[in-house]
Nanobody
Framework: EVQLVESGGGLVQAGGSLRLSCEAS????????IGWFRQAPGKEREGVSC????????EDAGSVKGRFTISSDNAKITAYLEMNSLKPEDTAVYYC?????????????????????RGQGTLVTVSP
């Protein structure tokens, strides 16, 4: 079965750090674009970070640029989102996703529900 499972969410104080993991099963990220979305309470889901093994591109949303870093392991089965200098407005459920048909330049304009493989999410809460 092809799936993505996120982990690493939790409660952290403002200014702190967390690392989220997204583990793939049934496939590897070799020919995929993978990335993270988040959905805060009462808000729409938004793209956070992306990198593509299809063309080597990387993109970050302006709100997280310089604070969040996306990466993957050498086996290309686990993706990570390193989050530093966390703010209360980063509180959200974080989702990872993968798609073999798009690149990072269209990641943020593609509705999450249209991506090929989607995780169930992990909650990140940042206290003031």
């Amino acid at each position: 079965e092809v799936q993505l499972v996120e982990s690493g969410g939790g409660l952290v104080q403002a200014g702190g750090s967390l690392r989220l993991s997204c583990e793939a099963s049934g496939f590897t990220f070799d020919d995929y674009t993978i990335g993270w979305f988040r959905q805060a309470p009462g808000k729409e889901r938004e793209g956070v970070s992306c990198f593509s093994n299809r063309d080597g591109s990387t993109e970050d949303a302006g709100s997280v640029k310089g604070r969040f870093t996306i990466s993957s392991d050498n086996a290309k089965i686990t993706a990570y989102l390193e989050m530093n200098s966390l703010k209360p407005e980063d509180t959200a459920v974080y989702y990872c996703a993968a798609d073999s048909t798009i690149y990072c330049r269209t990641w943020f304009s593609t509705p999450y529900r249209y991506l090929e493989i989607r995780g169930q999410g992990t909650l990140v809460t940042v206290s003031p």
